[in-house]
């Protein structure tokens, strides 16, 4: 009996020790794994990744300026692809990599998407050199909040550096941001200078490219995920661009908590809208109509973070081929044929004007709507030079041109030759009379060229 009582006794005292060593030999263990683990990751992507430096061009002072710009990329393919920011390279006249071991190459822009902020480099690699380091790209559907990653890039134009965090959101919409696709959030600290490098998880696969980032109220970071830039990524290596489909559809969610709106009907998503001159306004599809069906592939936006994926199924329609649209109007069912366009240019092209000291742009019903509405094709003062002629004649930036010296003005290559012919007369004639149109109201100008300031 006594060894029965002896026996359990040190039984006892053998699992008490237990459990006040074995929970640090695990600890330390978890910890050693762990780190194990990111350093693993780390060295998968780390190679990859390259400093960009870019001179961009700018007009919105009212010259052309040169400005050096510095962001991220990481190298995707053995042949020197480069995936970064459309922001980073937008406008850029020369482009530099600083890859990990030293070397530094120029790259060309392969294709760029404002749209989804996207953008795809090709490294200009000696015939000598061999393979590239390259990342992996990994699966972003996969991710979950509190899963670890890494934020890698140059943060400030420091060089490289890795930080390291959670997934906070895997699924967040940030309005104004991102119109066909959601964003990963992370706490993983994103500086200035880490745009365009990537977002890695612990298997070493890029999941994202980090974007933005916000400094007030804590360090918060979004990042592209990698289930879009798949997408974007092969129109990208094909055209060059992102050959988005135009519909004109303003969509809102059957559940608008933010504007307390809040619709009949358990599936599909609400017009809010339709543009003018829209394949949706053609077709005859009006506001608050519930549209559940696109060519019978349903569609649900019960709330806001439903819509991107909507509108890039929309993006992603076949252009100029009929879609069946089924929709719900006064509880009865609707079905409407839409043809959607091609969505073209987001964004106007520019031009500088020395001497006249203004830049001037491209009207684009994407980029400036609000000159669009008064005219669908033209340009507008874009920048405006301080000191200069054209503040001194009292043009103003938006201002839209319609005619120079009684010649009409409609395209950029309009206002070159006109610029052009009125330079080589500078010392006989060097005014110019400008008919504009400012707030919808037709205004002229007399313009007094003259002076240089550029030598003043």
Known sequence: MHRVVLFLLISVLAAAGCSRICPRRTEANASAGFREAVTHAKDQV????????????????????????????VIISPEGEVLTNHHVVDKAAEIRCLLSDGRAMDAQVIGSDKDTDLALLQLDVPSDSGDQPCAKLGDSSELREGDFVMAMGAPWGLGRSVSIGIISCTRRF????????????????????????????????????????????????????????????????EHGKMNWSWTGLQLQPLKDFNRNIYFDGADGVIVAGTDSESPARRAGITARDRITKVNGQAVDGLT???????????GLLPKY?????????????????????????????????????????????FDTPALYFYRKQGVFIYGVKRPGNAINAGLQQHDILLKINDKEVATLDDVKAIHKALLQKVDTEPRAVLSVMRNGLLRQFVLDFARDYEKK
């Not at 990859?48 to 001179?55: R, S, T």
């Not at 073209?344 to 009207?363: H, M, Q, Y």
Request: with cysteine.
């Open 304 to 314: 806001e973070e439903d819509l991107p994926a909507i509108r890039r199924q929309l």
């Open 321 to 365: 081929k009929p879609v069946a649209i089924e929709l719900v109007r006064n509880d009865q069912p609707v079905t409407v044929e839409l043809i959607p366009r091609e969505k073209g240019d987001v964004e106007g092209a520019e031009l500088d004007c020395p001497r006249w000291d203004f830049t001037v742009k491209v009207i684009n019903q």
């Open 174 to 237: 940030l309005p104004g941001h991102g119109e066909y696709s959601l964003w990963l959030q992370t706490d993983a600290s994103i500086s200035p200078g880490n745009s365009g490098g990537p977002l890695v998880n612990t298997s070493g696969e890029v999941v994202g490219i980090n974007t933005l980032a916000t400094m007030s109220g804590g360090d918060l970071g979004f990042t592209i995920p990698s289930e879009t830039i798949r997408i974007i990524l092969a129109q990208l290596r």
């Open 46 to 73: 780390f190679p990859a990744v390259v400093f960009i430096k870019c001179l961009r061009e700018s007009h919105e002072t009212g010259q052309r300026l040169s400005q050096e710009v510095a962001g991220s990329g």
